[in-house]
């Protein structure tokens, strides 16, 4: 069998996705290394003081201290580049100071350095238009430097003599720009914007700024606005004042208000108005069109001309005019008072200082004018004092040592991160490197929490590493946020995510992992081109906190133990949603197709809504048995849960087939799918207003999912389909050895092909993987295959007849077909029947009746024993088959408690009828039971109780289907209109196809008294039936009943016993007995958990507390049960023999 079609042109393109060598060096180490390192803050751009007192305030010893040790590093604090082409600082830089010590060397009493810091905000010039662009930092409103003591510092440097000045510059260029972020329209993007005017009662249309520019020069000042109006159907528009002068008419186009439209209209405008007062009013009035509409203020910008003069204690200029190749300019400060320096701070990380004379009140120094400079004039009146933020340990991310695997999480996550490097260690010998956000923020981006310093990061490692130790996998551990300075309630933003800049558009902004992993020397992820391509397997488990990071990793260990092996292994499902004229049944149609084309080894089960009955309401059409399948599709197990259709973070599918309902019922911590849900916005995992039900399956509990490849935003089906197709196929196409690819590989892979091979950018960047990008399905790595048909080779033409006894034997392989001996386990064969086309019901008005095919009529399932690699399982086919011959179906799972193994044997047929009859008149012997088999008929249950149900008969249970009203079934509550068929849930018990059992997920029930009813068909179409009544009480309320203890009387030993609604769940149970006159004697204590309602754990010998035997006798115990905060008690007797 060749498990590995795939076509020309896919391999191509998958081996085309080659590596470019970058071209960035880095440093050995980081400065932070060695050495104490201590933190400080500023929020603006200043000249700032640091003398000694504040040293000791942050830790430092000054007494002895040498003023030349003192070092400051800093990165400067704007924003990041997030074109990997721009040059950057890989750590920090150490900016020249200067110190005032009074001349003695030594840094004491008051005593001070000083340094310019040009805060977290940064205009951009524009050399060619001789203007400036202010870019306001998304990220932190405080820049970080770091101090430390060693060495010789970095001193402020005196400026080259200049030619002669060919210029005089008395005034200068001045710029302003105000921008208050208050609100993100769609929770998505970068872009935030400021000040709302509405017409509403209690809002404005009028609003007026005030800037102070004293020395302003009767020349134009050019306003440069930025607005947003949201008016449905008609414009809106702003008129701008400037010193009360008409300075614009700003005009908002209409928005048509639907969803995927934009929700708001963006214009910008400059002008020039001619004024000369020093205080300029900047005023906006709106005019909103119609009634209801919404405007608001991004940010504007001044710019214009003044007098270069003191006026105040510190001054920062620049001046365009003066700019002349070759030449230099003579810069004129009026105002000046003895005392005032001048820094040239052009480059901000290597200030320096121009020499300057002072002639009465008249600063003025000459300089190179080549290109524009910029100037700091102050006096230490003008200097500002820093935020003391405390001592930072040694770190050297510089110098880390290749790894397989890259976590970057938050501080407060990384116990977690531990534990899961630890497993992979042991369980992959994975290398694994854990980094804080912190840490790479301080050597990356000089402290700012900036995306593009994680970017940076990994892309050091993959820059420096060969091919071979580059890592594979970057796992972002913790939650993202599109507020980055947390401005709203309950901001989780752990590790941050990137967001696109657009914010008004839905269809356009979202949020993407791809960003960190885009590592070659000229990607940008703004370009939105095809051709660059994700480098590394990136994944993220979106913990908002230590509690459910920890649930992820207790679920990724116990995915790869023997608890979670089992032939639901074999399983994938398959939904597809109603609508669009049948659009999302046909793309499952070709996913799954796809998929068996690639690997005809996994079994699939389709739950097509339009082929179940819809069901009208208050609420709109409802699909409950559809509900109903997913949750016991889940219970039972399936390695891939795959959906195609409509969607949101609240649900799957208009008609709500999966809701936080659905979610609250999943009972499957053995059995964690791969969700891929091919829709729209499911998991908008950066938003912490929106509890998504993606997020909730995989942090939420132990049952759920194990990963995502889901959607963080709105997204469309044929793109879907293309990156939902090239998944499966990739990640269900072993390599020789049989190994199948990490989530991360397949994920990348998939997403670099679809890229490439579509062209379409963002619509691929809207999916990611919620997961750990270094985990490997579960999917087997040998094989198995059948040899034998009862004592026989196989042959193409075996048929299996009705009521006919079959043995098949086999072997375990690995992927050569070679065997495996010393493989001792269990084998779980499934026998389907053949193929049925299945119509739909046309319930959509927009989706024609069509039809599809479903093997999923099961002849007989159940286990055996595998012994040396070797196999073999018998079984009577029932009489109720299809008898027209077709093609069946085996499929075949075998575990030894850590090796896998699966196959499948289609080469034979099924249909007609065997040479003799079965002597068997009796039906089945049907034992039920709720939730374990302690269960006694009228218990206590909770209200999503499991029902199982053992049978047993001689010739074996039919569960093939095809008799009319020969199925298995479920009656709850005498409800004869919802009978459930539970075939599909029943299995043969080991080494045997006369007994087996069903485990079946009840809904949910209401309080109170319920039976049910179940009805089977052994293979020779004999029945029976059974029923059971149980006793509901909601989970949330702790009930407890039938205290007792048994024997009693006893002479040795006793066990005390209760029933209980809390199945699966840690009881704190205490048992105090006292004698008849009150004294307490004994006090047994024990943690229990069962996974039925009976609890008969607790024996005691009849031993008092210190261990000697009771004297015969009456006794009184009260046995208190507690859950949580809820608690129960009941007192009783005892007799002693």
């Not at 230099?328 to 820094?343: E, P």
């Not at 959607?711 to 990640?731: C, E, G, K, M, Q």
């Not at 619509?763 to 919620?770: A, E, I, P, V």
């Not at 094989?783 to 033409?797: D, I």
């Amino acid at each position: 069998m060749n498990l590995r079609r795939l076509s020309v042109t896919f391999l191509s393109i998958l081996l085309s996705l080659g590596y470019c060598p970058a071209q960035r060096a880095y440093n050995q180490h980081s400065a932070l290394a060695a050495g104490n390192w201590y933190r400080i803050g500023v929020k603006q751009e200043g000249m700032y003081r640091v003398d000694a007192a504040f040293l000791g305030s942050l830790g430092i010893v000054t007494t002895g201290l040498s003023s030349a040790s003192i070092r400051l590093y800093g990165n400067g604090g704007s924003m990041l580049d997030e074109n990997n082409a721009t040059s950057r600082p890989d750590d920090l830089t150490e900016n020249p100071i200067e110190v005032f010590d009074g001349g003695d060397g030594q840094f004491s009493g008051t005593d001070y350095f000083i340094f310019y810091a040009p805060g977290p905000q940064r205009w951009e010039k524009d050399s060619l238009n001789q203007a400036f662009h202010h870019r306001k930092n998304l990220y932190t409103d405080t820049a970080f430097y770091y101090i430390t003591i060693g060495g010789t510092g970095k001193r402020i440097g005196t400026n080259p003599t200049a030619a002669t000045p060919v210029s005089t510059v008395t005034s200068f260029n001045e710029r302003y720009f105000y921008e208050n972020d208050l609100i993100n329209f769609l929770n998505s993007g970068k872009e935030w914007y400021g000040e709302e005017f509405n017409s509403n009662a209690g809002g404005t249309v009028n609003r007026s700024f005030t800037v102070d520019w004293p020395g302003l020069q009767n020349q134009p000042v050019t306003l440069i606005t930025d607005l947003a109006g949201r008016s449905v159907g008609a414009p809106s528009s702003f008129a701008i004042k400037l010193n009360n002068q008409q300075a614009q008419t700003v005009t908002i186009p209409a928005v048509t208000g639907y969803f995927l439209d934009q929700f708001a209209a963006g214009a910008s405008q400059r002008s020039s108005t001619v004024t000369a007062q020093s205080s300029l009013s900047v005023s906006f009035s709106w005019n909103p069109g119609l009634a209801g509409a919404q405007g608001w203020l991004n940010w504007f910008e001044l710019h214009g001309r003044r007098a270069l003069a003191m006026n105040g204690n510190i001054l920062f200029f620049r001046d365009w005019s003066s700019v002349n190749t070759g030449q230099s300019a003579r810069f004129q400060i009026g105002n000046a008072v003895a005392g005032t320096a001048v820094w040239e701070i052009t480059d901000p990380l290597a200030p320096s200082k121009p020499v300057t004379a002072i002639t009465g009140s008249q600063l003025s120094f000459d300089n190179d004018a080549s290109r524009l400079r910029e100037y700091v004039a102050f006096t230490n009146a003008g200097l500002s004092t820093p935020i003391a933020l405390g001592k930072l340990a040694n770190q050297d991310l510089h110098a880390i040592s290749p790894a397989d695997l890259l976590i970057i999480t938050h501080g407060s996550l990384s116990g977690e991160a531990q534990r899961l490097a630890q497993f992979h260690q042991q369980h992959d010998g994975y290398k694994t490197v854990i980094v804080t956000t912190d840490q790479v923020f301080n050597e990356f981006s000089g402290g700012c929490p900036d995306p593009a310093a994680i970017r940076d990061f990994v892309k050091m490692y993959y820059d420096r590493m060969g091919t071979s130790q580059r890592p594979k996998y970057l796992l972002l551990l913790g939650s993202a946020s599109y507020d980055y300075r947390s401005r709203i309630s309950g901001n989780a933003n752990l590790v941050p995510g990137f967001e696109t800049a657009n914010s008004l558009e839905p269809l356009n902004s979202y949020t993407t992992d791809d960003f960190f992993g885009m590592l070659n020397d000229g990607d940008d992820i703004n370009r939105n081109d095809p051709g660059m391509l994700i480098d590394i397997g990136i994944g993220r488990i979106p913990a908002r906190n230590a509690a459910e990071a920890g649930i992820m990793v207790d679920k990724i260990i116990r995915y790869h133990s023997s608890a979670s092996l089992g032939a639901w292994r074999n399983q994938t499902v398959y939904v597809a949603d109603d609508q669009d004229n049948n659009l999302h049944l046909q793309d499952a149609e070709i996913i799954s197709a796809d998929a068996a084309a690639a690997n005809p080894l996994y079994n699939q089960y389709k739950i097509y809504l339009d082929a179940y009955p819809v069901v009208g309401g208050s609420g709109g059409a409802r699909y409950p048995a559809v509900n109903e399948a997913i949750v016991n599709q889940v219970f039972t197990g399936a390695l891939i849960f795959n959906y195609s259709g409509h969607g949101s973070y609240q649900r799957l599918a208009e008609e709500a087939i999966l809701t936080q309902e659905e979610l609250n019922r999943f009972n499957n911590p053995d059995k964690l799918p791969l969700f891929i849900t091919a829709s729209c916005d499911f998991a908008p995992h950066d938003d912490p207003a929106k509890n998504s039900l993606g997020a909730g399956i995989l942090t939420g509990n132990s049952n759920g999912a194990i990963a995502l490849l889901t959607t963080t935003r709105v997204v469309f089906a044929y793109s879907n389909r293309l990156i939902n197709d090239n998944y499966l196929r990739i990640a269900l196409t072993p390599n020789s050895a049989g190994r199948y690819l990490t989530l991360g590989e397949s994920v990348q892979q998939a997403k670099n092909f679809t890229m490439q091979s579509t062209g379409d950018v963002i619509n691929n960047r809207k999916f990611t993987l919620l997961g750990d990008p270094a985990m490997r399905m579960g999917f087997p790595d040998l094989r198995l295959q059948l040899t034998a048909l009862n004592g026989q080779p196989l042959t193409a033409g075996d048929t299996l007849r009705a009521l006919g006894k079959y043995a098949f034997s086999g072997i375990v392989t690995d992927a050569g077909g070679n065997p495996v001996p010393g493989f001792d386990g269990k084998l779980s064969a499934v026998v389907f029947d053949k193929a049925q086309q299945v119509k739909t019901l046309g319930n959509d008005p927009a989706s024609p009746v069509t039809s599809f095919s479903q093997q999923a009529g099961v002849l007989y399932k159940g286990d055996v024993t595998v012994k040396n690699g070797q196999f073999s399982f018998s079984f009577i086919m029932p009489k109720d088959i299809s008898y027209q011959a077709g093609r069946g179906r085996i499929s075949l799972y075998a575990d030894d408690g850590t090796r896998a193994a699966n196959g499948v044997h289609d080469s034979f047929y099924i249909g007609g009828s065997g040479a003799g009859a079965v002597a068997d008149n009796q039906g089945p012997l049907i034992k039920p039971y709720i939730n374990d088999d302690q269960f006694m008929d009228g218990g206590l249950a909770n209200e999503n109780p499991v029902l199982l149900v053992k049978l047993s008969d001689s010739s074996g249970i039919s569960t093939s289907g095809n008799g009319i009203g020969h199925d298995i079934t479920l009656v709850i509550d005498g409800n004869e209109r919802n009978v459930q068929v539970l075939n599909a849930f029943y299995t043969a018990i080991r080494d045997s196809y006369q007994q087996g059992q069903i485990s079946f997920q009840l809904p949910l029930l209401s309080e109170g008294l319920h039976t049910v009813r179940i009805k089977a068909w052994d293979v020779a179409d004999n029945s029976s039936e059974a029923t059971l009544s149980f006793n509901v009480v909601k989970h949330e309320k702790l009930a407890v009943t039938l205290v007792r203890n048994f024997p009693n009387p006893f002479t040795n030993t006793t066990t005390f016993g209760f029933e209980h609604n809390q199945p699966n769940t840690d009881l704190d149970v205490t048992v105090l007995v006292y004698t008849r006159s009150g004294a307490l004697v004994k006090t047994i204590h024990q943690v229990v958990n069962t996974g039925g309602s009976r609890n008969c754990q607790l024996k005691w010998a009849g031993d008092n507390q210190a261990g000697a035997k009771l004297a015969k006798g009456v006794y009184i115990y009260r046995v208190i049960v507690a859950a949580g905060d809820q608690r129960s008690e009941s007192t009783q007797q005892l007799i002693i023999l």
